[in-house]
């Protein structure tokens, strides 16, 4: 069988002899790719962090990090509510309602929330919203 | 036994085509069989064929090589027409795209190893974005955004050393492909 021969390939670049594997661009490049990585990872891991969301009135009265142990006190209708973060969990320890439905709820899980609703204080233990690995 | 009367009236670059998209065929199998943590993430072990492919015989050719690929690919492995051939057609076609204007980047300073750096960002944002307006939207993509960059720096990274080797080592092609 006849073997045809191809006229030779031309290349379009002086594809490698002359300069070094990696040149100036390519590390360049590699550096930026990988900072823009750092960064946005940096950024991400911030905001996956759980915080609380504490409202009165329906309104937002304050963020939280879940991270910082401490005792927000806030002034409703009928008193002061106080909410404790301690450890990564939230919880309202005191509450002035009547019937205590959300001291008795106790720690809040992740995605959950807790409403005193004579005091119109609410809770909300904002995990880390969805993502595909949800799906 | 009686001889084909069919016969096809190949070119040699039909031939050389061929030839080409035939490993990166065989790599794209190859790396099916390699178990992966991560739905998403493969080394695409393929791409070095369009990168060399492209050095060698120009933009057209790679295209060819990279879609006939993508196509063949996807009929051996039962994926034809399935959300993972439109997002690797997705990807591919992106890519390309973006080789088609890095290719132009003066050789002098920029090698394989950017264009593959490219084409990999290009790939994996391609897909993403397919994704998040056809396969799953309003799932929040974006939080895996970092993990699937890091994966295609560190993809992209390899590859384009691949090719580079490929092409220092191997400064004369085969030129038959009978």
Known sequence: ?135 | MTPSTIELLTSAEDRRIAGLAAAAIGLTLAEAAIPLPIPGIKPGLANIVTLVVLYRYGWRTAAWVAGLRIVAGALALGQFLTPAFMLSLAGGATSLAVLAAAMHLPPRWFGPVALSLLAAFAHIGAQLWVVDVWLLPGASILGLLPLFLAAAWITGLANGLATGYLLKSNPQPEEDFP
């Open chain 1, 1 to 135: 069988m006849k073997v045809l021969r191809v006229p030779s390939a031309r290349p379009i670049h002086p594809a490698s002899s002359g300069y070094p594997s990696l040149r100036l661009g390519d590390w360049l490049l590699a550096g930026i790719g990988l900072v823009l990585i750092v960064a946005l990872w940096m950024r991400q891991s911030g905001s996956l962090d759980g915080h609380v969301i504490i409202r009165l009135n329906g309104q937002i009265f304050q963020q939280a990090s879940l991270r910082l142990n401490r005792d927000i006190e806030v002034l409703g209708p009928l008193g002061v509510s106080r909410i404790e973060i301690r450890a990564g969990r939230v919880r309202i320890a005191a509450d002035p309602s009547p019937r205590q439905l959300c001291v008795r709820q106790g720690w809040i899980p992740p995605g959950g929330a807790a409403v005193c609703l004579p005091n119109r204080v609410s809770v909300e233990n904002a995990a880390a919203g969805y993502d595909t690995l949800n799906y």
